[in-house]
């Protein structure tokens, strides 16, 4: 997950419109830059070699790089990161080298994994060690994945004990647990200590971490014991004891539960923190909003891709090679399955010849079930994401999906059939076109439920690839009913 989330970008930055702005500007000044630049090149291969450093290094080419160094350098860190998302690979490494080398991490932090990756390739071991050591122990691990080993074990090295620690733990969770999203910057009190004592305590602080709303009670084996939110702490008599006024935690999660779960509860209850606990109820460190609301976005958009086919986010700009390699797959599926459905029709080429209508009508009845067939998979997607429906509701699922098909089969069937028949003057073909809508949209219902449910069973995301599944379900199906029908019936 990104350490700086979507919603403090937004806040600490200016309007997405004035953003736009600004990589506007950006743009300009590098053309502005390469044009100068060019110029000069041009004019050194006609100066003598003692006067082409001085040509090079114009000052028009200063101050030019100077102004756009300015206009990075007043920005916030998830703006540059948006702008060099927006930026073709060669105007992408050029604003990047004039980026100062001490925001290195907090951009690479708020970067997409392709774009990251390939920032990352242009940065030598230094550069990169450099980069890590500004970040907290939980920022680095989100980069750890994209990091060479060399880099990491030079961090490492770089650390303090308890910060080794505490990176050490950071990796060893997986990225759909609670552990990944925490970080260790909570404010611990005892709870035998006045609350004038803790106002004193929390004066020595520089800033407080983001998003604290509350202070966790702990005892001296760092238990957790309860919470103190602030506005208690502020209101409360200074010399009333902790334990007098502090609260029990509305949620505590454990480090290697689902971080979906936590998400769920943030939703639930409206939390700004949670405390996160281990086995024995120690505590261990703390997930925030920020962190859940970059969890929930990428795991939206992580499922909107795999619907599509795509096994990763590309960046827009990636080579050719990189952008095939991440489709090529689905796309493979996609042929073999449009071949499948091809071959369908090509059983009734004979029904087809004798009955021209059936070439025009037969696209509506695959099109009507492919797009029933997605809302009922999208439906129970997302269902399946926040933990509403299991694979034990399969049953009930498809008896509710295909009850709601039968009865939009019967108004939307019966209504091409109606125009069907006044279009072609056949009271058949009409007939044939309501029961071919109908039994279409039955099968989609029922392979919309059943395709990510089975993919539950398997432990496989039910996103992946559902869309292009239930296409090709609904395809060779709408096409062979169809004309299955047409054969019996007509001819």
Same mark, same amino acid.
């Given at each position: 997950?990104?350490?700086?989330?979507?919603?403090?970008?937004?806040?600490?930055?200016?309007?997405?419109?004035?953003?736009?702005?600004?990589?506007?500007?950006?743009?300009?000044?590098?053309?502005?830059?390469?044009?100068?630049?060019?110029?000069?090149?041009?004019?050194?291969?006609?100066?003598?070699?003692?006067?082409?450093?001085?040509?090079?290094?114009?000052?028009?080419?200063?101050?030019? *790089? !100077?102004? /756009?160094?300015?206009?990075? +350098?007043?920005?916030?860190?998830?703006?540059? $990161?948006?702008? #060099? =998302? @927006?930026?073709?690979?060669?105007?992408?490494?050029?604003?990047?080298?004039?980026?100062?080398?001490?925001?290195?991490?907090?951009?690479?932090?708020?970067?997409?994994?392709?774009? *990251? !990756?390939? /920032?990352?390739?242009?940065? +030598?071991?230094?550069?990169?060690?450099?980069? $890590?050591?500004? #970040? =907290? @122990?939980?920022?680095?691990?989100?980069?750890?994945?994209?990091?060479?080993?060399?880099?990491?074990?030079?961090?490492?090295?770089?650390?303090?004990?308890?910060?080794?620690?505490?990176?050490?733990?950071?990796?060893?969770?997986? +990225?759909?647990?609670?552990?990944?999203?925490?970080?260790?910057?909570?404010?611990?009190?005892?709870?035998?200590?006045?609350?004038?004592?803790?106002?004193?305590?929390?004066?020595?602080?520089?800033?407080?971490?983001?998003?604290?709303?509350?202070?966790?009670?702990?005892?001296?084996?760092?238990?957790?014991?309860?919470?103190?939110?602030?506005?208690?702490?502020?209101?409360?008599?200074?010399?009333?004891?902790?334990?007098?006024?502090?609260?029990?935690?509305?949620?505590?999660?454990?480090?290697?539960?689902?971080?979906?779960?936590?998400?769920?509860?943030?939703?639930?209850?409206?939390?700004?923190?949670?405390?996160?606990?281990?086995?024995?109820?120690?505590?261990?460190?703390?997930?925030?909003?920020?962190?859940?609301?970059?969890?929930?976005?990428?795991?939206?958009?992580?499922?909107?891709?795999?619907?599509?086919?795509?096994?990763?986010?590309?960046?827009?700009?990636?080579?050719?090679?990189?952008?095939?390699?991440?489709?090529?797959?689905?796309?493979?599926?996609?042929?073999?399955?449009?071949?499948?459905?091809?071959?369908?029709?090509?059983?009734?080429?004979?029904?087809?010849?004798?009955?021209?209508?059936?070439?025009?009508?037969?696209?509506?009845?695959?099109?009507?079930?492919?797009?029933?067939?997605?809302?009922?998979?999208?439906?129970?997607?997302?269902?399946?994401?926040?933990?509403?429906?299991?694979?034990?509701?399969?049953?009930?699922?498809?008896?509710?999906?295909?009850?709601?098909?039968?009865?939009?089969?019967?108004?939307?069937?019966?209504?091409?059939?109606?125009?069907?028949?006044?279009?072609?003057?056949?009271?058949?073909?009409?007939?044939?076109?309501?029961?071919?809508?109908?039994?279409?949209?039955?099968?989609?219902?029922?392979?919309?439920?059943?395709?990510?449910?089975?993919?539950?069973?398997?432990?496989?995301?039910?996103?992946?690839?559902?869309?292009?599944?239930?296409?090709?379900?609904?395809?060779?199906?709408?096409?062979?009913?169809?004309?299955?029908?047409?054969?019996?019936?007509?001819?």
């Amino acid at each position: 997950m990104n350490a700086e989330a979507t919603t403090r970008a937004s806040a600490a930055s200016d309007t997405p419109e004035r953003v736009q702005d600004a990589l506007a500007d950006v743009a300009a000044l590098i053309r502005k830059n390469r044009l100068v630049e060019g110029l000069v090149h041009e004019q050194a291969e006609h100066a003598e070699a003692g006067e082409r450093g001085v040509l090079v290094e114009s000052l028009v080419t200063r101050q030019n *790089r !100077a102004a /756009l160094r300015n206009k990075l +350098d007043g920005l916030h860190a998830a703006d540059i $990161a948006y702008i #060099l =998302e @927006a930026l073709p690979p060669d105007e992408r490494l050029y604003v990047w080298e004039l980026v100062k080398a001490e925001r290195d991490g907090e951009i690479l932090l708020e970067l997409s994994d392709a774009v *990251r !990756a390939s /920032l990352i390739e242009s940065m +030598d071991t230094d550069e990169l060690v450099a980069a $890590a050591e500004t #970040l =907290e @122990a939980d920022e680095i691990a989100e980069l750890a994945p994209d990091l060479p080993q060399e880099v990491l074990d030079d961090v490492f090295q770089s650390l303090p004990v308890d910060e080794r620690e505490q990176l050490r733990a950071a990796m060893s969770f997986d +990225d759909d647990m609670v552990g990944a999203l925490m970080d260790f910057e909570d404010v611990q009190v005892r709870p035998d200590v006045t609350l004038e004592v803790v106002l004193r305590y929390l004066r020595r602080f520089d800033e407080l971490p983001s998003q604290t709303d509350q202070l966790f009670v702990v005892d001296r084996d760092e238990r957790l014991l309860g919470v103190l939110p602030l506005p208690t702490l502020i209101v409360s008599d200074p010399d009333a004891t902790v334990e007098s006024v502090m609260k029990a935690p509305r949620v505590k999660l454990l480090q290697h539960e689902k971080a979906a779960d936590a998400a769920g509860a943030f939703e639930r209850y409206d939390l700004v923190s949670a405390p996160v606990v281990d086995t024995n109820d120690r505590l261990v460190g703390r997930v925030t909003v920020d962190e859940i609301l970059d969890f929930v976005r990428e795991r939206a958009e992580t499922e909107a891709l795999a619907q599509a086919g795509l096994r990763e986010e590309e960046d827009v700009f990636a080579s050719v090679w990189a952008s095939f390699r991440n489709r090529w797959s689905w796309l493979a599926v996609n042929l073999v399955t449009a071949f499948v459905a091809s071959r369908v029709i090509g059983v009734f080429e004979g029904s087809i010849a004798k009955l021209v209508a059936l070439a025009a009508l037969m696209p509506i009845v695959a099109g009507i079930g492919g797009n029933s067939g997605n809302q009922t998979i999208t439906m129970i997607v997302r269902a399946a994401a926040l933990g509403q429906v299991t694979v034990a509701h399969a049953r009930t699922l498809i008896r509710k999906e295909m009850l709601v098909s039968l009865l939009n089969g019967l108004i939307w069937g019966g209504v091409m059939g109606l125009v069907a028949m006044l279009l072609y003057r056949d009271v058949k073909l009409g007939l044939v076109m309501i029961l071919a809508m109908t039994l279409n949209l039955l099968l989609a219902a029922m392979m919309g439920v059943l395709i990510p449910m089975t993919m539950l069973r398997l432990g496989r995301d039910p996103a992946v690839g559902s869309s292009v599944m239930i296409t090709a379900v609904t395809d060779s199906g709408g096409f062979f009913i169809f004309l299955g029908l047409a054969t019996l019936l007509l001819l």
